[in-house]
């Protein structure tokens, strides 16, 4: 079943995404969160069997997280982007790594990333950084520079009253 | 007998990279695994958000070791695509050039590596040395051996040096010969047939849904290659087959796919396939200019839009998802590597009930990096 067709029957509205370089056409759409686990079967059901990756994008002026959930059709040769937004202030949402058990890691590296929790999902926890005790790097508003000087020592810059060799 | 544990990495000669592999066994059995990544995070999404578009592409080829030269292609194409730029001819040729040779390179890595774990060591050599003729043709063509930096947004940096071409060739005749003698010593190997058939078994109806891709789906019997499904660079118009499980030529069919065998056999087989791209591209390259003209690198900014772009690597496909704000940065980069999936999940599944000996050569033979898990 074409991706058209099933976001027509889930009443979703899509865009097209300009792709260059490759040549097979991508959809994206936006999702209520409460409707997401059911789109999301709707689409492995008829085809996009391939769940290829689970963005998240931090959108700060919004105060917005957004997840975007990647599927793929072998069968009918494209690509769906469903993506849904959640509160910065409180990042919320259930797990759906029983639907492809992949989703499981990348649950695991947002939570570690962003700190989303996702309700039902037991092994978020230390992924990749370990003893981290600071906000999660890869929301914007993470200073790397300014968490590297206080963690660690360092050598001060001359125009910040370092010393001239 | 009481289970106990054991851990394979982050210095092991069994792992493929700085990881670890958690295990608890009975006997010599595996009846848990839990992957560990964390010895290589090095931040590359969050760099890649404080530079501008072009200082990048000195930075993501360090994403994978092996074969860099992905990630400057999908890279490209993604910026490409939001700029909404068509290359030139030969710039997609000049690519599928550089695409192929890593995808050979890559592959000899990972014969040797496999081969070693199973106790072949002399493979190892031949291959490492043998890719050294592609890293010196590389070195010609982009000035560095590991970290090319040389696919950019809009073309590749610089035209073919003279007599590239003509090296390329007899670099291609050189290693096409080689290949018999990798069959001796490996794929005709009494040890490779007794070992490796229906070991490291990836369940062929879950292979799809789990994430599995490049030729570690191939050997579970699809023909699924994004060269021929989501064709990019000269792919389209080059001749070459998808060599996948039951269809292995000369080779025996031993196990029932899916199997450490069969991912071998198909990456063998995949090296072949890429010496015959190469023939053509050298053949068929177009005359013409190697890029568009580029935009003052420090004022160039990208139309604020999603994109993602995809390639198959040889170890599967691998993609960027490029988010832009319409700034002089990328506003997010989210990096797609095949051994996320191959790596994490399939590989924990799958540990169970292999025996200990067995674990290397079915983490070898799904080829799994450990730089494009963590970034």
Not at chain 2, 50 to 66: E, G, K
Not at chain 2, 258 to 286: A, F, G
Request: hydrophobic share 40%.
């Amino acid at each position: 079943m074409k991706a058209e067709d099933i976001f027509k029957d889930l009443e979703l509205k899509f865009e097209n995404l300009k792709v260059k370089g490759n040549t097979l056409p991508r959809y994206k759409a936006e999702v209520q969160p409460d409707k997401l686990e059911e789109a999301i079967i709707k689409f492995k059901s008829n085809g996009f069997n391939h769940f290829v990756a689970l963005s998240c994008i931090d959108w700060i002026k919004d105060e917005k997280f957004e997840l975007v959930y990647h599927l793929f059709s072998y069968e009918e040769k494209e690509d769906v982007f469903l993506s849904i937004f959640l509160p910065r202030n409180e990042p919320k949402y259930k797990t759906l790594r029983h639907l492809f058990p992949q989703i499981e890691t990348y649950e695991r590296e947002i939570h570690e990333m962003f700190g989303v929790e996702f309700e039902g999902n037991d092994r978020l926890g230390e992924f990749i950084l370990e003893d981290w005790d600071n906000m999660p790097p890869m929301r914007k508003d993470f200073d790397t520079v300014k968490y590297g000087k206080e963690k660690y020592e360092s050598v001060p810059l001359i125009n910040e009253g370092g010393e001239k060799e | 007998m009481k289970e106990f544990e054991l851990f394979v990495g982050p210095q092991h000669p069994g792992i493929t990279g700085n990881f670890m592999y958690h295990l608890w066994v009975d006997g010599d059995t595996i009846v848990k695994a839990e992957a560990h990544p964390g010895y290589l995070h090095r931040g590359f999404e969050k760099l890649m958000e404080r530079r501008t578009w072009q200082m990048n592409v000195a930075l993501i080829p360090r994403i994978c070791v092996p074969e860099p030269d992905v990630n400057e292609a999908v890279y490209a194409m993604g910026v490409e695509s939001l700029m909404d730029w068509d290359i030139p001819e030969r710039a997609k040729y000049i690519r599928t050039i550089v695409l192929e040779m890593a995808r050979i390179s890559s592959h000899l890595l990972t014969i040797g590596g496999y081969a070693g774990a199973i106790g072949l060591y002399t493979v190892g050599q031949w291959t490492v040395g043998d890719r050294d003729y592609l890293l010196d043709l590389f070195e010609q063509l982009t000035g560095a051996r590991v970290y090319h930096i040389f696919i950019f947004p809009g073309g590749v940096r610089w035209d073919l040096p003279d007599g590239f071409l003509r090296k390329l060739e007899k670099v291609l005749n050189y290693l096409e010969g080689r290949l018999e003698f990798y069959d001796k010593l490996l794929f005709a190997n009494e040890v490779f047939f007794r070992r490796a058939p229906d070991v490291g078994v990836v369940p062929k109806d879950k292979a799809i849904e789990w994430g599995v891709t490049g030729p570690n789906l191939r050997a579970c019997g699809y023909d699924y290659d994004v060269r021929k499904v989501d064709p990019y660079a000269a792919y389209p118009d080059l001749d070459f087959e998808i060599p996948h499980y039951p269809k292995f030529g000369d080779f025996d069919v031993l196990g029932h796919g899916c199997d450490c065998y069969s991912r071998m056999i198909v990456r063998r087989l995949e090296i072949e396939q890429s010496i015959k791209i190469l023939r053509q591209v050298i053949k068929k390259i177009p005359e013409g200019p190697h890029t568009l003209k580029l935009p003052n690198p420090l004022a160039w900014k990208v139309p604020a839009g999603y994109a993602y772009a995809r390639v198959e690597s040889s170890k599967g496909e691998y993609g960027y998802f490029v988010v832009s704000d319409g700034g002089k940065m990328p506003y997010r980069v989210h990096v797609r590597g095949p051994s996320y999936t191959h790596g994490i999940n399939v590989t924990e599944t799958i540990a169970k009930g292999l025996n200990i000996a067995d674990f290397s050569q079915t983490i070898f033979s799904l080829d799994v990096c450990a730089p494009d898990i963590e970034r």
